[in-house]
């Protein structure tokens, strides 16, 4: 069951209202810091529901952080939420193939359409990068 009353009052605030309004163009990141517990996971919520056009990244530093973030969203919004696993360190001659499944699946997710917040972990970011010859740092 969402909590929609719960992301209504957030989104009701003249600073939520002004931070959607001022968000900048699709591709560039913002970071936003110094809100407790799940509040992030409310705010994001909100400017996912006011802004349907887009589609939001959470980059954690952890995997157990990533989870954190999914199991918040998914409370708050029932849906639209996936995971983009991490790679776990088995190397490239030994891909684990339910994460490999899992990666593959939340890509179609993404790709069609049917999730709005995306959620990974650094690391994850900083090896796609790497492949690409660009880096997080």
């Known amino acids: 069951m ?3 009353f719960v992301i209504d009052r957030l989104d ?4 939520t209202r ?3 309004e001022g968000l900048p163009a699709p591709g560039v990141r913002l ?3 110094g809100l407790p517990g799940s ?3 409310v705010l994001l919520a909100a400017l996912a529901r006011r802004l ?3 589609v939001f990244v959470v980059i954690t530093p952890t995997p157990t952080d ?3 973030w999914l199991a918040d969203l998914r409370m708050l919004t029932g849906s639209a939420v996936a995971l983009y696993p991490q790679r776990e360190a088995l190397g490239a001659e030994e891909p684990h193939f339910e994460i490999a499944g899992e990666r593959v699946e939340t890509l179609e997710l993404l790709l069609t359409g049917q999730v709005r917040v995306l959620v990974t972990t650094a690391a994850t970011c900083d090896w796609c990068w790497k492949r690409e010859g660009a880096s997080l740092r």
């Not at 009701?12 to 600073?15: D, M, T």
């Open 2 to 4: 969402p909590l929609d």
């Open 12 to 15: 009701a605030l003249p600073a």
């Open 18 to 20: 002004a931070l959607s």
């Open 31 to 33: 970071g936003v810091a």
């Open 39 to 41: 509040s992030p996971a």
């Open 52 to 54: 349907p056009q887009r």
């Open 66 to 68: 990533a989870e954190r």
